[in-house]
């Protein structure tokens, strides 16, 4: 009896091993690699207020630190939602050149003010070939995608949703939320995930304004739906996010996810200093599955400044 109970088990056991065998293998995320990448955002691009020569004093100083990359976070040029299409097209023609001083790759990110003619008093037709994030899409590619480096993802993210009556907000819509959540479960388990996007998904910045916001001006600090993208990051690895629009440079830690919000290249809109932060931008090293920012100044000093 004994002898026919071992057997029984001992079948069982093969059983469940040969089972378990012919199951394919749970891919885990290999381990990723350290590196360095730049993060610049809000440059701002114009001719005047030396705001192209400020830019391409960046990007050269940029060109003095080892990086595999860097990413454009948005508001590339200033600005594209009033202006004429002979304007527009200038001041991305003037970013495209200038770009070319820091001699890496560059990811890009779409800005508020990089969308064309949106603005109620811009006379632009609205079926203008270049209208809205067409010129955008023209120069740079898609608004939003995801990439890999060195056992690292990362995921762009489009936050302008452009309104019927030519305005604009922070917002991520609901087609590329549906995209973020089946592109974050295609990843193998425990990779680490690094996010891009314009408006701040999470900022304290209301805190440190002298007076109180406006509900509506509020609305155009930061995302009107956070908490929707905030929702899609439960359960994935992601090891922070970089964000631009408010000028300043922050960091806010909410539910484990660290959201760097970065300076401005262009500081106060080449006027300065922008509530305490300099013209700069932001070094980015990823290292043991963590990510670590630190802020790098260039040395633009402006013709008219208005520090704040």
Same mark, same amino acid.
């Given at each position: ?9 001992? /079948? ?26 730049? =993060? ?12 192209? !020569? ?36 200038? /001041? ?11 001699? /890496? ?34 120069? =740079? ?21 452009? &309104? ?62 956070? &908490?929707?993208?905030?929702?899609? =990051? ?7 996010? !970089? ?7 922050? /960091? ?57």
């Amino acid at each position: 009896m004994a002898t026919s109970m071992n057997r029984r088990r001992f /079948l069982s056991l093969t059983g469940a091993t040969l089972g378990a065998a012919s199951l394919p293998a749970f891919a885990l995320a290999p381990p990723s690699e350290p590196f360095t990448f730049l =993060f610049f955002t809000d440059a701002h691009l114009q001719p005047e207020l030396n705001g192209v !020569l400020g830019t391409g004093m960046a990007f050269r100083h940029g060109r003095t630190i080892k990086a595999d990359f860097a990413i454009n976070g948005g508001d590339h040029v200033f600005d594209s939602n009033a202006v004429s299409k002979p304007r527009a097209t200038q /001041l991305y023609d003037l970013y495209g050149k200038t770009e070319q001083d820091l001699g /890496l790759k560059m990811y890009h990110v779409l800005g508020n003010h990089d969308v064309f003619a949106v603005t109620p008093s811009n006379t632009v037709s609205i079926n203008d070939n270049l209208y809205g994030k067409n010129l955008y899409e023209e120069r =740079f590619g898609k608004t939003y995608y995801s990439f890999d480096h060195k056992g690292c993802h990362f995921i762009v993210l489009d936050s302008i949703v452009v &309104n019927a009556d030519r305005s604009y907000e922070g917002m991520v819509d609901a087609a590329q939320l549906q995209w973020l959540s089946a592109d974050l479960a295609a990843l193998p388990p425990h990779m680490p995930v690094i996010v891009a996007i314009h408006y701040p998904v999470v900022t304290a910045f209301v805190q440190y304004e002298a007076a109180k916001p406006s509900l509506d001006s509020r609305r155009g600090l930061s995302l009107i739906n956070s &908490n929707e993208v905030i929702d899609r =990051f439960t359960g994935y690895n992601v090891i922070g996010v !970089l964000q631009g629009h408010t000028h300043v440079n922050e /960091l806010v830690v909410w539910k484990g996810v660290p959201y760097h919000t970065c300076g401005a290249v262009s500081g106060n809109w080449w006027h300065g200093t922008r509530m305490g932060t300099p013209e700069g931008f932001t070094v980015v090293e990823v290292a043991n599955g963590k990510m670590a920012t630190r802020y790098e100044t260039y040395g633009f000093r402006s013709i008219e400044p208005q520090n704040t």
